[in-house]
């Protein structure tokens, strides 16, 4: 009696074609394209960065009491005098759309930009 291999050559041959295909797609996905940082203070803009052309990690401190860390493709609250924090523990911001606020220093940092196609309309936690 003989026994049936579970896959044929060609079997193969398209399974490994739709790997392939799913790493380009995965690789090759688009971004958002420019994203520019706008820092904002009582509502009066003092700086707009274009996160793309960062090269070196900086840190700007503000006249408030805020430190704001700038990397390559990421801007965040690097340090505050405010009781609680929260703007700190944000975390970085690194898509268009997105923003953080330390309320006490009435500090605003938004990215603008266009924003990812693919990426969810709203998330919440």
């Not at 009582?42 to 793309?52: A, P, Q, R, S, V």
């Not at 990397?71 to 009781?83: H, K, L, Q, T, Y």
């Amino acid at each position: 009696m003989s026994r049936k291999r579970f896959f044929k050559k060609w079997d193969l041959a398209i399974i490994a074609a739709l790997l392939l295909a799913a790493a380009a797609l995965f690789l090759l996905r688009g971004g958002g394209g420019d994203t520019t940082a706008v820092i904002a203070v009582n509502g009066e803009t003092l700086y707009e960065i274009d996160l793309k052309s960062v090269e070196e990690p900086y840190t700007l401190t503000l006249e408030n009491g805020v430190s704001i860390g700038v990397a390559p493709g990421e801007i965040r609250f690097f340090a505050s005098d405010c009781p609680g924090q929260d703007c700190v523990r944000c975390g970085a911001l690194t898509k268009a759309g997105q923003a953080a606020v330390c309320v006490p220093n009435q500090t605003l940092i938004a990215l603008r930009g266009a924003p990812d196609k693919r990426a969810p309309d709203a998330v919440s936690y």
